[in-house]
Every structure is written in C-alpha cells, then in structure tokens.
C-alpha cells in the first residue's frame, strides 16, 4: 500500500515549467548611428578632395582662358596640350572678341546732354518747316498781289520783299504815287490800291499802312513825320472807305526819313507807302523767314 501510494505520489509531482523573460534590445540606435557617421564621413572626403584641387593646373587653366579672350597674357594652349586634354590651339572669332570687351567695359555711360541735343535738334527742324510753310503762304499773297496788278498793267508798280515782320508791298515808284512834299494820292495810286485791296479784304492778318518821306525838308509841313504820317493816312482811307478793308485790322504810321529803303539819298525811292501783312507766326518762326528769303530769287 505504502509502495503503491508513493508511487503515485511521485508520479501526480508535476515538473515546473521554466519560463524566460523576453529582453529588450537596448542598442538598435547604434546600426543607424554607424550608418550616418559613414555617410558624414563620406562626405567629409568629397568636400576635402574638392578642396585639394590642384592650384597650379587652376591657375594654368585661368592664365590659358584669360589669354584666348584677348588679355595679352601667355596661353598654355599655344603650340602644346593644355591641361584639357585633347584642347590644342584655337582661335577666337572677332564678335566673340567684341562682345567680351563691351561686357568687360561695363555698360555704355550715355551723355546727359545727348537727349537735349536731340530735342533741339527735332525742334529746330519743327520750326524751320513752320518757317517754309509760313514764308510760302506769305509769297502765296504776293503772287495774288501782283497777278491782280498785272491784269491791270500794274505789275511794275510795286516791290514785294518778306522779312521777319511778313510781307511788305511797296508803293514806290517816283513820282507815281505822290509828289514832291505832298500826300494826296495820284490817279495811278488809287489805282493802285484799289486792286490790291480786294486780296487784303480776304486775309485775316493785321495791316500797317507805313509811310515814309526823304531827308529833305518838308515846305509843307513842320516835320517829314507829319508827311509821312499824312501819306500813311490817305492810304489807310482808301483802302478802309474804298477797298472795304476792315478798320479793326488796319492802322497807320509815319516813319519820317527815319527808315530809307535803300539809301537816305535816294530821294524817290523812300518817297513811298509799305503795306505791311504781319505774320501772326510765333517769334522763333519769323526771326527765320529773311534766311528763306535770301534764298529765293522771286521775294527779296
């Protein structure tokens, strides 16, 4: 009995099951820290490799370029294997040579004073048209002027010349007009006036009726002014009470013997009338007419 119950006693003993605690692995950091240092190292290398690069070959290779672009310096490339190997001698084309130097020089520094000169240029040569166009409307007057007198058989009575005032008409010849210290108008000078005012009616300039005298002495009146004025005057009568020219654009005045035509000796001739047609150009295109005027034979 006691055999058979220590027998199952030992045989019921169960055997204890070992069991192991599961470690954590404290040192995966150390694989990916190992793999960064390599690649630090790595490029460590490259940089320091990069930086060992030889300087005289460098140097050779600056001096070489420098010299094919047109320097003065020595090339290595003349007659001999450059540091590139394969690259012998070689030329450099003209414009390449243009356009290095200009890139060299810097962007070109403009004159300050060039834009200026530019636009005088353009406005000078804007007045001299204005000039042309106002001196051809001037002689336009003219000629309209003396084709009327020639249907009249008039044509040699008068003298046209433009300046920088507008067109004079000239009433000046001998003793056609007026006679020796008078003022009252000949047949021949109402005539006169008469044909060239139907023109002055159709413009829309102002008119000076200007009258001159000679350097003798006036029996008549006190002073060659008054003449002259008187002259002026009887003008302006006829071409306002005859010819119709408006009196608003039209006025008189007497230079005496101040202003001679020609030569204060010439008595005849500054014994005379100018009808002046003012230009209403701006000043800057007048003061050129007499230099258009000195060029064209038909106006003096």
């Known amino acids: 009995m006691s055999s058979g119950r220590g027998s199952g006693g030992h045989g019921g003993r169960r055997a204890k099951k070992h069991e192991e605690e599961e470690h954590e692995n ?4 150390a694989v990916s820290y190992a793999d960064m240092m390599t690649v630090l190292v790595g490029l460590f ?11 005289v070959k460098y140097e050779q290779l600056r001096d070489s370029l420098a010299a ?9 490339l003349e007659g001999n294997v450059g540091v590139l190997h394969g690259v012998e001698r070689f030329e450099i084309s003209p414009s390449l040579r243009e356009d290095v130097a ?3 020089a810097g962007p070109a520094v403009e004159d300050p004073d060039a834009p200026e000169e530019a636009d005088t240029t353009a406005a000078d040569a804007r007045t001299m048209r204005l000039a042309e166009e106002e001196y051809g409307r001037l002689e336009g007057i003219a000629t309209q002027i003396a084709n009327a007198l020639d249907d009249e058989g008039l044509a040699d009575r008068v003298r046209f010349r433009i300046t920088e005032r507008g067109l004079f008409i000239g009433m000046v010849a001998d003793d056609v007009f007026f006679s020796a210290d008078a003022a ?9 006036v008469d044909t060239i005012a ?16 000679n350097v003798l002495p006036s029996t008549r009146y006190p002073t060659n002014w008054e003449l002259s004025s008187d002259r002026a005057t009887q003008v302006l009568r006829r071409l306002v009470e005859t010819g119709r020219v408006p009196g608003e654009r039209i006025a008189a005045v007497g230079f ?3 202003r001679p035509l020609d030569s204060a000796d010439d008595l005849e001739a500054n014994r005379r009338v100018d009808l002046v047609v003012l230009s209403d150009a701006p000043e800057t295109v007048r003061e050129l007419l007499p230099r258009i005027a000195a060029t064209d034979p038909g106006v003096t």
Do not use: C, K
């Open 45 to 55: 290398i490259v940089l320091y490799a990069m930086s060992n690069v030889d300087q």
């Open 184 to 192: 009252r108008l000949t047949g021949t000078a109402e005539q006169v």
């Open 68 to 76: 094919g672009f047109g320097n003065g310096q020595p090339s290595i």
């Open 102 to 104: 200009a890139a060299q």
């Open 198 to 213: 139907p023109v002055l009616v159709g413009l829309d300039e102002e008119i000076s009726v200007e009258g001159h005298a």
């Open 26 to 29: 404290h040192e995966r950091w």
């Open 256 to 258: 005496g013997e101040s």
